[in-house]
């Protein structure tokens, strides 16, 4: 503007009269922009559901499915929370939440979704070995017991080897990604991995079930008929209840699979030829 806007005092800028003219005016023009936003927020007939669900479910099956939900309705949008194994789940504000392996409590309406099936996956690099306790092998803390449930199954081992352990599975995936380490995985949330042939699965005949996974709705929240409708479409997406990659549908129940639910192949000695 070719104009002092400051002016020097004591070490320090204070404004000069055109610079405090100008501030006022620019005050102004921002309050009327938010007066403008206000009003046009509040013709928006758009209802956003917040929806918590766990990280990596979030991130590989959750979020990119919503466009066909939200293309179906567009007056209904969902924000999607990512929350951690480790939160308190019962401190969190939701409209619809998305549970792993726990019980939700009767008032919130709770829906089966569908139960994991676990299998050790890996980069094609390493998928030549011929026994599963030659391969490095990552785990993540928030699954504990999965990655020895499966060698138990597929080997004859009295001694498990040691794993690389990360805080949270999506990090442990990301270390299966980069050659650290086979993972044991469920299947249905590495799928589009497996179909890129960025992840192989070497034993495809060892598989074991994994946690279950329902849905509930917040009955004292602002939104519940919209939230009664997103969640009975993720039960319709996710099969109501069913294996995640097939199977029967299981009841409401989460209890930890009992023996007898594997599918089992022949248990994998260190001399057995196995199909890549």
């Not at 004591?10 to 005016?25: F, Q, T």
């Not at 939230?227 to 997406?237: D, G, P």
């Not at 294996?243 to 022949?266: H, T």
Request: proline share 9%.
């Amino acid at each position: 503007m070719g104009r002092p806007l400051f002016t020097e005092k004591r070490r320090g800028m204070i404004a000069s009269p055109d610079g405090e003219r100008l501030a006022a005016a620019m005050g102004e023009a921002c309050a009327i922009l938010a007066r403008a936003l206000d009003e046009i927020e509040a013709e928006d007939e758009t209802t956003v559901l917040t929806a918590v669900a766990p990280a990596t479910f979030a991130m590989r099956w959750l979020i990119p499915r919503l466009p066909g939900f939200q293309g179906a309705d567009p007056g209904l949008r969902v924000r999607v929370r990512p929350t951690h194994t480790t939160e308190d789940w019962d401190a969190l504000e939701f409209d619809v939440m998305i549970r792993r392996g726990r019980a939700l409590a009767p008032r919130l309406e709770p829906r089966p979704l569908f139960v994991e099936e676990l299998g050790l996956v890996t980069v094609p690099g390493l998928a030549g070995a011929s026994d599963p306790l030659a391969l490095p092998l990552v785990a993540a803390d928030t699954r504990p017991g999965e990655l020895e449930r499966w060698l138990s199954l597929a080997t004859r081992a009295r001694k498990m080897p040691q794993a690389i352990r990360f805080p949270h599975f999506y990090v442990a995936l990301e270390a299966a990604l980069s050659g650290i380490g086979a993972l044991v995985a469920p299947l249905f949330l590495v799928e589009e991995l497996l179909r890129g042939g960025h992840l192989v699965e070497p034993w495809p005949q060892c598989r074991v079930p994994g946690a279950a996974y329902c849905v509930g709705i917040n009955p004292d929240g602002a939104n519940v008929a919209a939230s009664r409708l997103f969640a009975t479409w993720l039960a319709t997406r996710a099969g109501g209840g069913a294996s995640a990659r097939g199977g029967a549908a299981v009841d409401q129940g989460l209890a930890a699979p009992g023996p007898g639910r594997e599918r089992r192949g022949p248990a994998l000695s260190g001399d057995a030829t196995l199909p890549g």
